[in-house]
């Protein structure tokens, strides 16, 4: 059943499909979705209720709706659009509405006394946020922001949908040439253990370092 | 259980209802109790006192078989609770036996352990059905009349949440109760109680002690509580007892000068 | 725009015949399973011998770790070669989904039984109860509301994640969509898919808010435990190793 020279053909293969698409994908969406993520979570805070209800809203639709259909939605709306740009900026915008929770969990976290003692000394709103509110929020939130990113990892096979040869794509259509798929697919599923899980663990140091 | 071992006799001749063998107990690598033997007699009163981590509620845990036991024995009229004796071999029973031998057993808690998804009179059928097997109506009826003991009848659909941490502990101890165990075990149920809620608690269990031969195993901060219910004090640090005597005797005239100026910090 | 409303209603009614059926069977089957999966792992996990806990704690780690699609084609395109058994694709689907979240549900429960007080466990121990009957009548309903909003949240997931099923060539929502593209365009086309899976997300959400409600009111819990369950549901997706304080088994230490 297992082939070890089909295997040892399909690692360079899927590695190089790793590293070119998936890591690339997770790093920049993530990123993404960090910044959009802390602009949702003070948007909805800021905001009157008049826009900040329909962004919530928004938000709210885009969190409880699948993500592969958001790729397709995408991909063939703005065909002028690469697979990739399309699969970073869906990935991103997706999971900018999770770190938004995050980032809001991590501001509320914060006692009001912060903010009486920023208006007492009567600093404006931006350096109030700035200087006082973020980076304690921030601090509270990375643990989480960074289990996001382990979560979006996962999901981006999702890229199949749209055909963008990421290395799960890269492995059924190795296993589709050779007639087996156990090598390809084992050696995917490792490659996403292996980068995940110690990531995973690493956040859990993170948390409890953190953590005050 | 028939044992090897014959248990020595107590003043009056029977067995006696709990008897400490050299029990040792250590967490990690600390000792908490170190060859501990004493014996309580049926119906008989004890109140252990000490500072805190000189052993006293792990004596009461290990009765109850929270804790496993390091060395040593534990006999409950004559049986033995965790380990026993055969052929001058130390052997742990296995948790059927010792499930035998625990139903003799009760205890209340420090923080009562009410179980929230239950209403005060379930709480107190419980276990009366499903670890004795009595039937509902019988349970009920049962635990009803202990209500009425507490004074808590008309609570006996609340939820534990609604009740105050008095009315709490005086349900948990009619659950103790409702298994009618021979043995109960106090461990600092008023601790955790306002002050003004302590007195009701104290005169609950003042009148199970004259009404009942439940043999009762203290641990209290309340002084004039151990004098008033228990025939006998024992007075443990670092994991011995350091001394023992009637509440009377140990009181007013405390042998040891440790015994004294923890008295003094108590009372 | 009236393009895309008239394209929008001829999209909807078309989804709501056409594919609908099989997200619901894969959403209904990924459930079962996933709960069924959940109990026995976090079980296992809380309360087995070392042994079964480092299998369980194996198990679950492993579903979490790898990836969801790729789990979804071993079981389509590996098992049948490997043991002569195919699953077909709505059983591959069903098993993937439920096995993938089912891990995830496994972490609901062990850390919704490990939020049981110990007190919960000494007291029922004291009242002689057999391990079963602790477990079923005392500490079981007790954790149940503190995992329900961690399923809540699996749930909803849950529904996302049967989107993936197309892979295993399942006519869902997500494939009629994409059918209907050409005909209706890409807009209303994936809209109105969207709005289907919305209200999809947004009946299970309620729904199970709802035995959230009723499971905590039967508790009286607090609003703190019910926040903290709350918190700590956000975060049952993230985190491959969210593992919490190992479990620690009742009385291992106590106050002297």
């Known amino acids: 059943m297992w082939d070890n020279e089909l295997f040892l053909q399909t690692l360079p293969v899927l590695v190089k499909a790793f590293v070119q698409i998936t890591l690339v994908v997770t790093v920049a969406g993530a990123a993404l979705a960090a910044a959009l993520g802390l602009v949702w979570a003070i948007a909805l805070r800021e905001l009157p209720a008049l826009l900040g209800r329909p962004l919530g809203f928004v938000l709210d639709f885009i969190r409880m709706t699948p993500l592969p259909v958001h790729l397709l939605v995408v991909y063939h709306g703005f065909t002028q659009l690469s697979g990739m740009t399309v699969g970073i900026i869906v990935f991103g915008v997706h999971y900018s509405t999770y770190m938004s929770e995050s980032y809001r969990a991590g501001i509320d976290s914060i006692r009001k006394g912060q903010w009486e003692a920023a208006k007492a000394l009567s600093l404006p709103a931006s350096r109030t946020w700035r200087a006082v509110i973020l980076p304690q929020a921030v601090r509270n939130t990375l643990p989480s922001l960074g289990n996001w990113a382990i979560a979006m990892f996962k999901d981006t096979p999702f890229l199949i949908f749209i055909s963008v040869p990421e290395m799960v794509t890269a492995a059924r259509e190795f296993g589709g040439r050779h007639f087996s798929y156990i090598e390809a697919m084992t050696v995917a599923g490792l490659l996403f253990l292996v980068a995940s899980y110690p990531t995973a663990v690493l956040m859990r140091k993170l948390e409890k370092k953190l953590a005050y | ?267 | 725009m009236s393009d895309f409303l008239q394209g929008l209603l001829t999209a909807l009614p078309r989804l709501l015949q056409e594919g609908l059926q099989a997200t619901l069977i894969s959403f209904v089957g990924g459930a079962v399973v996933m709960v069924v999966v959940a109990v026995l792992l976090g079980l296992a996990e809380h309360q087995g011998p070392a042994w079964l806990r480092g299998i369980a704690r194996f198990v679950v780690e492993f579903f979490r770790g790898t990836s969801l699609v790729v789990q979804l084609f071993f079981l389509f395109y590996v098992i049948p070669t490997l043991t002569g058994v195919d699953l077909g694709s709505t059983w591959t689907a069903i098993l993937a989904l439920g096995l993938n979240y089912g891990a995830y549900g496994a972490e609901v429960v062990r850390g919704s039984l490990n939020a049981v007080p110990r007190g919960q466990w000494e007291t029922a121990t004291a009242l002689s109860m057999p391990w079963f009957t602790q477990m079923r009548r005392v500490i079981w309903p007790q954790a149940w509301a503190l995992m329900l909003p961690g399923f809540n949240n699996l749930m909803v997931m849950l529904v996302k994640g049967t989107a993936v099923v197309s892979l295993v060539l399942m006519a869902d929502l997500t494939f009629e969509a994409d059918q209907l593209r050409r005909r209706v365009g890409t807009w209303p086309a994936f809209i109105a898919a969207l709005l289907i899976y919305y209200v999809i997300a947004l009946l299970v959400s309620l729904v199970m808010r709802w035995m959230e409600r009723r499971a905590q009111r039967r508790l009286g819990l607090g609003d703190f435990e019910i926040r903290k369950a709350r918190q700590e549901a956000d975060q049952v997706m993230a985190g491959a190793a969210a593992g919490d304080a190992e479990p620690v088994a009742a009385g291992k230490e106590g106050e002297t």
Not at chain 2, 82 to 89: A, I, P, S
Not at chain 2, 100 to 110: C, S
Request: net charge negative; proline share 5%.
């Open chain 2, 1 to 267: 259980m028939p044992t090897d071992q014959t248990t020595p006799p107590t003043a009056d001749g029977g067995t006696p209802r709990i008897r400490f063998e050299d029990v040792r107990k250590k967490f990690g690598r600390t000792t908490v109790l170190q060859d501990l033997n004493f014996s309580v007699d049926r119906g008989e009163r004890v109140t252990l006192i000490g500072p805190s981590g000189s052993g006293k509620t792990t004596i009461l845990r290990l009765l109850m078989t929270l804790e496993s036991l390091t060395g040593g024995y534990i006999w409950v009229d004559g049986d033995p609770l965790t380990h026993d004796r055969r052929n001058g071999k130390r052997v742990e029973l296995r948790n059927k036996e010792v499930a035998k031998v625990r139903k003799r057993i009760g205890m209340v808690f420090q923080q009562f352990n009410l179980f929230p998804n239950m209403t005060v009179v379930q709480n107190i059928v419980e276990a009366p059905v499903h670890v004795l097997g009595q039937s509902q109506e019988e349970a009920n009826e049962n635990a009803l009349s202990l209500l009425d003991r507490v004074g808590l009848r008309h609570r006996a659909d609340a939820h534990p949440t609604e009740l105050s941490g008095g009315q709490q502990q005086r349900v948990a101890i009619a659950r103790a109760l409702a298994m009618d165990p021979e043995i109960l075990l106090l461990d600092e149920v008023t601790s955790a109680l306002d002050p003004e809620l302590v007195g009701d608690v104290l005169r609950v269990l003042e009148d199970v002690a004259a009404s009942t031969d439940i043999t009762m195993l203290i641990v209290t901060h309340e002084m004039q509580f151990a004098k008033d219910v228990s025939q006998r004090v024992m007075m443990f640090d670092g994991g011995k007892i350091l001394e023992e005597a009637p509440p009377e005797q140990l009181f007013s005239d405390p042998q040891h000068e440790r015994t004294q100026k923890f008295l003094e910090a108590v009372v």
